[in-house]
């Protein structure tokens, strides 16, 4: 089992910034991908960024350029900081670790982009 505990969410200004992060611990395998995912209110869980054990990264086209996603290993934290942000950010944010075959998910933490 794999347990995460993110942080980091709150209410920002339009343009403003916020850095997440998400610590996983339990049974971690080296070989591994951690993700954030955000679910906008009345709308689906959307990708917003991963990255695996080795470094390859995935983003999505609404956040390119304005989010960086970035792990250490060696706490089993990913980190997602984000930039420039716009009310149509706003959304609860999830964490996922996915290894083995299994995917865990953090419990979300809200992020309200508003003047």
């Known amino acids: 089992q794999v347990q995460l505990a993110e942080s980091g969410g709150g209410l920002v200004q339009p343009g403003g910034s916020l850095r997440l992060s998400c610590a996983a611990s339990?049974?971690?395998?080296?070989?591994?991908?951690m993700a954030w995912y955000r679910q906008p209110p009345g709308k689906q869980r959307e990708l917003v960024a991963q990255?695996?054990?080795?470094?390859?990264?995935t983003y999505a086209d609404s956040v390119k350029g304005r989010f960086t996603i970035s792990r250490d290993n060696a706490k089993n934290t990913v980190y997602l900081q984000m930039n420039s942000l716009k009310p149509e950010d706003t959304a609860v944010y999830y964490c996922?670790?996915?290894?083995?075959?299994?995917?865990?998910w953090g419990q979300g933490t809200q992020v309200t982009v508003s003047s």
């Open positions: 996922k670790h996915t290894q083995n075959l299994g995917a865990y």
């Open positions: 339990g049974r971690i395998f080296s070989a591994n991908a």
């Open positions: 990255m695996t054990s080795i470094g390859t990264t």
